[in-house]
């Protein structure tokens, strides 16, 4: 038999995440340009996979709508304008863009 041992999990998200580092409320994302967009979309779903890998939880409901999320939080004035969502395991991401990541 001929067994392999695994270097590490079987995921490894981006090291750093620069572009949601720098975003603490929704109006910090006015600069961003699309492709910043795009970045920060994808450190944020790779920041979900990670908070729910610690803590247990959903994230299928959280993975589905980031890109919404950010889109929603670009184009609307938060907190001014509300956003309702379907399930609470949603605003999963929202949070992280409202100066709640660490929670």
């Known amino acids: 038999i001929n067994r392999r041992e695994p270097a590490g999990p079987p995921y490894a998200g981006p090291s ?3 572009i949601l580092d720098s975003v603490k409320f929704p109006s910090d994302m006015n600069r961003l340009d699309i492709k910043e967009l795009e970045q920060l979309a994808h450190e944020l779903r ?24 950010v889109a929603l ?23 992280m863009l409202t100066g709640r990541r660490d929670r």
């Open 16 to 18: 750093s995440k620069p």
């Open 73 to 95: 939080h670009y184009v609307f004035d938060m907190p001014e304008d509300d956003i309702i969502w379907d399930v609470a395991h949603q605003c999963y991401p929202h949070k």
């Open 46 to 69: 790779w920041e979900v996979i990670e908070a729910v890998s610690k803590t247990g939880g959903h994230f299928s409901s959280s993975l589905g709508v980031v890109e919404l999320t």
